[in-house]
C-alpha cells in the first residue's frame, strides 16, 4: 500500500488560483471516486476540505475545488487568501478495503 | 456538533503495547457510523490505521494489521486502539476520528490528536 503522491510546494499570490496534484494508482485512486482533500495548519488536525472527489462539507468556501482524471486527482484553490497558507493532504479508497493518503503538499501564499 | 478527544500515555518503551482511548460526545457511536485512528509522524503525511463499526466490523491498514486491535464500548461512548510491539517508528501524532464507510469514504471529524513517542 503506496502513498499518493503529492508535489512538495505550490505557492501563489492572494486573489491567484493555485492547483495541487495527487497521483494515485490503479490499486486506488485510478478506480475509485472516492478522493478527498484535507487542510492542515501548523500543530492543529487535518480538515475536512472536499470528499467523493469534488463535493464540499458545509462550511467550506466555494473557492476549494476538486476534480479527478485518470490516476490524477487536483485540489484548486481560488482567490486566495493568507488563511489558505497550509498543509494539503489527499486521500483516496483502496484495495484492502482501507485508506491511503498522500505526503502532503505545503501552499504558501506570497 | 460531534466531538472526539484523545486520551492515553505520552511515552511508550519499546516492544510495549500502545494503548489509547477516545471519547465521542455530541452523538452515540452505536448510531451508524464508522470510527477510526489515523496516526502522523513528525513532518510526514497521516497514514491510516484502521476503522470499526460497533456491530462488530473492522477494517485495517494492511501494513498494521498483524499489530492493531480497534474496539469499542458503546455504553460509554469510547473506542480504543491497541498498537503491540511497538519501536520508534511509531512515534507520530495519533488522531481519532469518526469516519465515513460504506457510501463514501472520508474523515469528517478530527480529534485534536495526542503526540506519542516510543522511547526507553
Known amino acids: 500500500q503506496s502513498a499518493l503522491t503529492q508535489p512538495p510546494s505550490a505557492s501563489g499570490s492572494p486573489g491567484q488560483s493555485v492547483t495541487i496534484s495527487c497521483t494515485g494508482t490503479?490499486?486506488?485512486?485510478?478506480?475509485?471516486?472516492?478522493v478527498s482533500w484535507y487542510q492542515q495548519h501548523p500543530g492543529k488536525a487535518p480538515k475536512l476540505m472536499i470528499y467523493?472527489?469534488?463535493k464540499r462539507p458545509s462550511g467550506v468556501p466555494d473557492r476549494f475545488s476538486g476534480s479527478k482524471s485518470g490516476k490524477t486527482a487536483s485540489l484548486t484553490v481560488s482567490g486566495l487568501q493568507a488563511d489558505d497558507e497550509a498543509d494539503y493532504y489527499c486521500s483516496s479508497y483502496a484495495d484492502s478495503n482501507s485508506l491511503v493518503f498522500g505526503g502532503g503538499t505545503k501552499l504558501t501564499v506570497l | 456538533q460531534v466531538q472526539v478527544q484523545e486520551s492515553g500515555p505520552g511515552l511508550v518503551e519499546p516492544s510495549e503495547t500502545l494503548s489509547l482511548t477516545c471519547s465521542v460526545s455530541g452523538y452515540s457511536i452505536s448510531s451508524g457510523s464508522y470510527w477510526g485512528w489515523i496516526r502522523q509522524p513528525p513532518g510526514k503525511g497521516p497514514e491510516w490505521i484502521g476503522s470499526f463499526f460497533h456491530g462488530g466490523s473492522t477494517q485495517y491498514n494492511p501494513s498494521l494489521k498483524s499489530r492493531v486491535t480497534i474496539s469499542g464500548d458503546t455504553s460509554k461512548g469510547q473506542f480504543f486502539l491497541k498498537l503491540s510491539s511497538v519501536t520508534a517508528a511509531d512515534t507520530a501524532v495519533y488522531y481519532c476520528?469518526?469516519?465515513?464507510?460504506?457510501?463514501?469514504?472520508?474523515?469528517?471529524?478530527w480529534g485534536k490528536g495526542t503526540t506519542v513517542t516510543v522511547s526507553s
Open positions: 490503479s490499486s486506488d485512486l485510478g478506480v475509485y471516486n472516492y
Open positions: 476520528a469518526r469516519t465515513q464507510w460504506g457510501f463514501s469514504y472520508y474523515i469528517d471529524v
Open positions: 467523493g472527489v469534488s
